[in-house]
């Protein structure tokens, strides 16, 4: 944590204009626990400078371990609604992610950007303040790194403990229970660990799977078709406040013997969610994405070099169907999916 002395520095500096003003934190898709505890740091650190600010998504939080963590340490986010006072916040700020959800960007377009904080490289961007980190294994670690070098969580009080808890919470999921965790990572971890409520992360990390989210796991599952070592499964229609079990059962399927790279997509709302999971030394998440899926809506969810999420339009296939018919709909659907990724792999099932 020696590199980017000034950053922090760099940051007050570019934040100043906005003192006695309001900043709008913007989280993209469904959010997850790296953008919620940065967002709740940077939150934090501008209040600290007197530019008030606040924490919006889209997309419902949906994963019992981020429902929890929100309960549990008193997270305030604001999700959208038509009506929201986009004017009267003079800029906004995006951590973990570095284009607003695709569902704000007309009403945000003419806003200008204070901020943009993140671990993933996606090309040109402008803002007053960038800081994009591609050597670390969360957003949580930069954050981290601000907090140690302002000295804030000494100084902060009883909403340190808040504080610390989500950064560490966001770094250990980010990082895969810290496998793909870099030296920059576990630094930050011994310097969080000092505040932090570890009694309380334990609670957060161990959240029970919902029945809900279990049936639609053991659905995939019984679903699944095997090429080689790619594991595909459909998850079918999944309900939005669900769709967090699609990522957790493409997890939960690479642990199977002589499978090192899994996608599980459903059909959520207007779009078919996917999640692709690899430990294949060969396999590059973005890039297969890209190749397979030429409709491909890349970045709606956080993600490790080794794993994807990912969106396609519905509208095409819905099309195709007469009706509201959802199971005429998910076999369309699984017809294009399998199609695809056959014809660009040339797979044969097994």
Known sequence: MDKDLGKVAELQEKMMPYVNQKILIVLR???DTDSISSALAHKAILNSWGIDSTILHVEE???QENRALLKLLGIELVQYRPGFPFDEYQAISLVDSQRPDIKLADM???MPVASIVDHHDQGPLKADFIDIRKNVGSTATIYAEYLQRLNFLETLGEESGAIATALMHGIRVDTGDLITAQESDYLALAYLHRYADVDLLGKISLQNLSPITM???FQAYQKKEIYGSFLLAAAGVVRKEDRDAIPQAADFFLKRAGVDTVMVYGIV?????CSLRTSSDVVQPEKFLQDTFPDVVMGEYGGRFDSGGFRLPLGIFKSLISGDDK???S?????YIKKQIITKFGFEKS
């Open 29 to 31: 898709g469904a959010p």
């Open 61 to 63: 939080v949906s994963h």
């Open 108 to 110: 945000l377009k003419k």
């Open 215 to 217: 049936d639609i796991i």
């Open 269 to 273: 709302g207007e779009y078919i969610d």
């Open 327 to 329: 199971d005429a709909l």
């Open 331 to 335: 076999a369309v659907v699984d017809r």
